[in-house]
């Protein structure tokens, strides 16, 4: 899937694989099989149904296409008037269905936009920036300080009200219709068995989270995702290679990779749900080292260090 809403000249690419000998595809999204499975979009995108603008104005596939955006439409107008633009963020998600034992799980991979924060800030005058400054809003927006040094409270949340993280609208609401349901968006044939209490999910995504201690189970808020966890109470700090501007290295805890259980995911025997055993990759604290098998591996400007998961997923029983 690609990203490319409100700019005809750059896509952010978003590609998900997995071990064909082990999971069998049940439903993608985007759904395109001819389109949008088995490709790596690369660069100029020319059968990637994101090619020349294709996505420069829309958020999500209709069936014919593979661009995919987490943010609404209104949600990307209204952070352009506040100065902050969304970006390109993309997501892409697929079905899974365990050869051994026919236990399903839906897989999410994404990027979010930078959190962004209602701050009033003072000048010297000990006024209220909004009030000097003649602006109508009591407030000041500012990125990246609602996951970094204050409360999530402070957040900007999505339109929808079900993420701390604004211009997170589409990712949502529909990972959640695709997880939960047959897959059936934008052409899906809905050929999945299992029910909405019965798959797990798994997502991996650059959060754009600022530092370690701030939860993931705090991100996403609508209650579909009320049971989301990671590793544990600190995460890797994987953000960025910054060092061409002296930004520093892996600075911010923005790489997750978390879960959303179901408590009777294992079906009618009552299977256990799914869990992040562990979680390996970034450094344990801005600035840190990484680990000497999973270093950059581009050496890029902003890359991100790379993380790796161990999942238990038990075998369904029955």
Same mark, same amino acid.
């Given at each position: 899937a690609?990203c490319g ?8 690419p ?7 000998r082990?999971?069998?595809?049940v ?16 660069p100029?995108?020319d059968?990637a149904?994101?090619a ?5 104005d829309?958020?999500?596939a209709?069936g014919?296409?593979c661009c995919?955006c987490?943010?609404s ?6 952070a352009d ?5 969304l970006g390109?963020?993309p997501w892409?998600?697929g ?7 026919g236990?399903e799980v839906?897989?999410?991979?994404g990027?979010?936009?930078?959190p962004l ?17 003649g602006?109508?809003e ?8 609602c996951?970094s040094?204050?409360s ?5 949340p999505?339109l929808?009200g079900?993420?701390v993280?604004?211009?997170?609208? $589409?990712?949502?609401r @529909?990972? /959640?219709?695709?997880? !939960? *349901? %047959?897959g059936?968006l934008a052409?899906g +044939?809905?050929d999945?068995?299992t029910?909405?209490q019965?798959?797990?999910v798994?997502?991996?995504?650059d959060?754009?989270a600022?530092?370690?201690d701030?939860a993931?189970s705090?991100l996403?808020?609508d209650p579909f995702y009320?049971a989301?966890?990671d590793?544990g ?11 061409s501007y002296d930004g520093?290295?892996?600075?911010y ?5 978390? $879960?959303v259980g179901? @408590?009777? /995911?294992?079906?009618? !025997? *009552? %299977?256990a749900?799914?869990r992040?055993? +562990?979680?390996?990759?970034?450094s344990?604290a801005p600035?840190?080292?990484?680990p000497d098998?999973?270093p ?10 790379p ?5 238990s997923l ?5």
């Open positions: 690609g809403y409100g700019s005809a000249e750059y896509q952010t978003v590609v998900l694989f997995h071990d064909r082990r999971w069998d595809v439903q993608t999204y985007p759904s395109s099989a001819e389109l949008c499975r088995d490709k790596v979009f690369l100029p995108w059968d149904g994101i020349n603008g294709t996505c420069a829309r958020t999500g209709t014919d296409d995919s987490t943010f439409e209104a949600e990307y107008a209204m008037e506040w100065g902050n633009g390109q963020r892409a998600a079905i899974y269905r365990r050869r051994s034992d236990r839906c897989v999410v991979a990027e979010f936009p930078h924060a209602n701050v009033t800030l003072w000048d010297l005058n000990g006024q209220s920036t909004w009030t000097s400054s602006s109508e009591p407030y000041t927006i500012m990125p990246y300080v996951t040094q204050y999530p409270d402070i957040c900007v999505n929808e079900t993420s993280v604004f211009g997170t609208d $589409v990712f949502a @529909s990972v /959640a219709e695709f997880c !939960s *349901g %047959g059936d052409g +044939d809905g999945a068995a029910s909405l019965e798959r797990d798994i997502i991996l995504a959060t754009n600022g530092m370690g701030f993931s705090k996403l808020t009320s989301l966890a590793s109470d600190l995460q890797p700090y994987t953000c960025c290679n910054d060092t520093g290295m892996n600075r805890a923005s790489d997750r990779i978390m $879960v179901r @408590s009777d /995911a294992g079906g009618k !025997s *009552g %299977g749900s799914i992040v055993n +562990d979680l390996e990759g970034g344990v600035g840190g080292p990484l098998d999973l950059l591996v581009c050496h890029a400007e902003q890359e991100h260090a993380v790796r998961a161990y999942i038990p075998v369904l029983e029955g």
